[in-house]
């Protein structure tokens, strides 16, 4: 069947440093491939997305490659802030979410 | 504004006493769901609505009920809630997928609380 798997948080970091956050799928066809992101007492907003192979989503210095042949979607940032802490969601088509991975970073 | 309301935002409630969430869209999207948000297990969905008249269940159906009398309004109803339905809640909506407008748009959530 459809899943998401999404890394384990959380995930601690300093001020710069480099994010990654592993997401792959497994799914028949090519699905739309969804980040969002939830800050602290908020709803969930839309980060970026990819709708096809080797699409690249970008958005606020966050970026994700649909990689079709390692079925992943990796949210990448090259310098985070302190303001980027929040748990974030890899979602598959509409469906199927990751359970989420949590970003602190520390200044 | 587009957006998706909530309400309540937040509920204490007893076991047994029913209770309804509404959402309500102003993007005239088809596609409306919802989900409960529960420490360690991420966002699952409950129920969703490909369109009016057209409900479906999620991962996770038991104990609740929606309806899609109309194309804006989804409400999430809880007929005898019990302590295992304390949770967040959020409501979403969106266009026909694999379209510009498949993007999911959410409510800002309601936590509930079942004693």
């Known amino acids: 069947g459809n899943s998401v798997t999404q890394m384990e948080g959380p995930v601690t970091l300093s001020e710069e440093a480099f994010l990654t956050i592993n997401c792959t799928y497994t799914a028949t066809g090519y699905p739309s491939l969804f980040w969002y992101v939830q800050y602290p007492g908020e709803g969930l907003q839309l980060l970026l997305k990819a709708t096809k192979a080797d699409d690249k989503g970008s958005n606020k210095g966050f970026e994700a490659t649909y990689r079709k042949e390692t079925t992943s979607f990796h949210l990448e940032k090259g310098s985070v802030q302190v303001s980027d802490s929040a748990v974030y969601f890899c979602l598959f088509q509409k469906l199927v979410f990751g359970t989420g991975t949590r970003l602190l970073v520390s200044p | 504004e587009a957006q998706v309301t909530q309400n309540p935002r937040y509920l204490i409630t007893v076991t047994g006493k029913k209770l309804t969430v509404t959402c309500s869209q102003n993007?005239?999207?088809?596609?409306m769901s919802w989900y409960r948000q529960d420490p360690g297990l991420g966002l699952r969905q409950i129920y969703y609505s490909m369109n009016v008249e057209v409900t479906d269940k999620g991962d996770v159906p038991e104990g609740y009920k929606v309806s899609r009398k109309e194309k804006r309004n989804f409400p999430l109803i809880l007929e005898s809630p019990s302590p295992n339905q304390t949770s967040l809640y959020f409501c979403?909506?969106?266009?026909?997928?694999?379209?510009?407008?498949?993007?999911?748009?959410f409510g800002p959530g309601t936590r509930l609380t079942v004693l």
């Open positions: 979403a909506s969106s266009g026909p997928r694999d379209t510009s407008t498949d993007t999911q748009y």
């Open positions: 993007m005239n999207h088809e596609y």
